[in-house]
T-cell receptor, first 114, second 115 residues
């Protein structure tokens, strides 16, 4: 149980385009979903926290107009990287949780901007 | 947020027991201790969670002393496939708007298991 699916697993796109990443909790309804970013050989950095039906809470230094988060249902959250540039290339990971339960993570999306 | 300190790396051999200790001196009363495993280019995988004393599941044990200022993840008889980064995190498990503290990842412990 507690499976979190992330799609796509890998995407390459040109600079200036927007990319959408989906995160789904497959077998549970998530109270909260989280988006992380991880650079090579570094730890995960929390970008934002979102609850279904409400605006996401972004961590300091994360541009909310660049990283748009939509949490439309208890099982789906999306992260859209708008006008992506090479410096946005990274490994993006989502997680989901139910109150009083640990977070469960997706397998990540490798984003490469050319 | 309670901060954690772990060894940067550990080496072991197949079949040995590995114990990874995490310090969390500022752990709060409502905080739980959770351990994750991460392989390259994958998301972290939940291993075990505990609040106090000892917790055991099919893959690991978690030892938490009475003062809860540290915890030890025990992996019995490791294999090559246990080579990964292990993260120790502490945080409240309650509702997001009522005390829940978003988990902060430290640097983790890189465990290398050799034949």
């Amino acid at each position: 149980g507690a499976v979190v699916s992330q799609h796509p697993s890998w995407v390459i796109c040109k600079s200036g385009t927007s990319v959408k990443i989906e995160c789904r909790s497959l077998d549970f309804q998530a109270t909260t979903m989280f988006w992380y970013r991880q650079f090579p050989k570094q730890s995960l950095m929390l970008m934002a926290t979102s609850n279904e039906g409400s605006k996401a809470t972004y961590e300091q230094g994360v541009e909310k107009d660049k990283f748009l988060i939509n949490h439309a249902s208890l099982t789906l959250s999306t992260l859209t990287v708008t006008s992506a540039h090479p410096e946005d290339s990274s490994f993006y990971i989502c997680s989901a949780r139910v109150t009083d339960q640990p977070q469960h993570f997706g397998d990540g999306t490798r984003l490469s901007i050319l | 947020l309670a901060k954690t300190t772990q060894p940067i790396s550990m080496d072991s051999y197949e079949g040995q027991e590995v114990n990874i200790t995490c310090s969390h001196n500022n752990i709060a009363t409502n905080d739980y201790i959770t351990w994750y495993q991460q392989f390259p280019s994958q998301g972290p995988r939940f291993i075990i969670q505990g609040y106090k004393t000892k917790v055991t599941n099919e893959v690991a044990s978690l030892f938490i002393p009475a003062d809860r200022k540290s915890s030890t993840l025990s992996l019995p008889r490791v294999s090559l496939s246990d080579t990964a980064v292990y993260y120790c995190l502490v945080g409240d498990m309650g509702p997001i708007d009522s005390g829940y503290s978003t988990l902060t990842f430290g640097k983790g412990t890189m465990l290398l298991v050799s034949p």
